[in-house]
Structures are given as C-alpha cells and as structure tokens.
C-alpha cells in the first residue's frame, strides 16, 4: 500500500535532542551570577523561538535591555560549554525512528529555530547528522516559527509537495508553523503540554516518538 506521505521533516531542540531543559539550565545559571530571578514564565514563553526572538522577548520581559543582554550572554557562555563538553542527550525513540526512515528510503530534513553553527553541533557531537542531508536553521530564513518559512524551504530543498510532508514537533510554534506550511504536524510534547487548539490542529498528539513512529509506520 503507498504510503500518504513523501518526506519526513524533523524539528530538533525539544524533538529529537533533550535540550530544552538544559536551555532554560543556562538561562537559571546566568540569572544566578547576575542576581536576576528567572521566572519560569519567561522560559516557557521561549519554547520554540528563535536566537532573535528570545533577545527581544527577555529584553521586553524585563524592560531592561543591558541586563536581558548581559543574561543573554551569560547563558550562551554555558550553554556553549554544555554543547562542546557535555554528552548531548537524546530523546527516546528517535533513533529507532531515524533508523526505520532510512531503512525504509524516505526523504528527511531537519528544520530548526536554532542558527546554524549551534545546530551543526549538536547534530553532529549527538550524532544525528548522519541521518539527514537536508537541514535547513532558523537563521536562513526571512521568517522565524511560528512562520512557515523554514518548513517550506526543508520541504523545497527535498523537492517534497508541503501538502505531502509529515512535520514533527513538540511545540505550539512549530506546529503552527508546520500548519501554516501546509503539512501535517504530529506532536510529541516536551515541556509544556498542548492546548485543546494544539491538539486540533494537529495530525495527532503522542506521548513520545515511540507512539509517533507506530502511527507514522501506520500511515
């Protein structure tokens, strides 16, 4: 039976690398050194965003901008020293999945919010990169998520229909922009759980790639 999809397109932080808790990690130590409190509400708001739109939302959120450039710093300085010395922890299934893609021929791409040296690292140093030829990053593109943009260009650069693609996410703005893209979206929920609209909008909602490969082989 053919299959009702011709490409996978994979997001990265959240998704298939366990980094968004040692994101929000940096963030807590920065605000440490610089006597600033780290609200969880500032790190759940930047699920998702890209380099740029967290400097803007942290400076607005503390109406401050030499204090949200000086946590931004500070974070980057950890945050780069995790990436380069620390191990780069995986999100469960996802090798298995990336596995049957390619036993199975199916075109793949990452598309990610994160800027490009960063994400050549962590997919790279995870090891990751050697399953896709394709990845396109946040900061190659006009428009971040929850845009479509960088869904449309993974997809173009495959020479995939968006129409034709599966988009796997586990944020509200990747799945928006997965949406706007014209693509179904699957989620997989890392660390905020979806809305009533989320799970509307998307293909479906699963617990982890395990189930999300289940569905996505049933497809």
């Known amino acids: 039976m053919p299959r009702s999809f011709d490409a996978l397109l994979f997001d990265m932080d959240g998704l298939m690398l366990d980094t968004e808790r040692l994101s929000n990690e940096t963030w807590r130590r920065a605000g440490a050194e610089l006597g600033i409190d780290i609200q969880e509400a500032m790190l759940d708001a930047m699920v998702g965003m890209s380099f740029q739109g967290c400097i803007r939302y942290v400076a607005e959120y503390l109406g401050d901008e030499e204090a949200a450039d000086r946590l931004q710093r500070g974070s980057d300085k950890h945050y780069q020293h995790i990436l380069r010395h ?115 909008a998307a293909l479906a909602v699963c617990g982890d790639l395990h189930q999300a490969l289940q569905l996505i082989r049933a497809l």
């Open 86 to 200: 620390e191990p780069i922890p995986l999100k469960a299934g996802i090798m298995e999945m990336l596995r049957w893609a390619e036993a199975s021929g199916i075109p793949r791409a990452v598309a990610t919010s994160t800027q490009r040296l960063k994400a050549d690292l962590k997919l790279d140093r995870s090891g990751l990169g050697a399953f896709f030829e394709i990845t396109v990053a946040g900061d190659e593109v006009a428009r971040a998520k929850p845009a479509p943009d960088v869904y449309l260009a993974a997809a173009s650069q495959l020479g995939a229909d968006p129409a034709r693609c599966l988009v796997l996410e586990d944020s509200r703005m990747g799945l928006q922009a997965g949406v706007a893209a014209g693509a179904r979206v699957i989620l997989v929920p890392d660390l905020l759980q979806p809305t009533d609209d989320d799970r509307a």
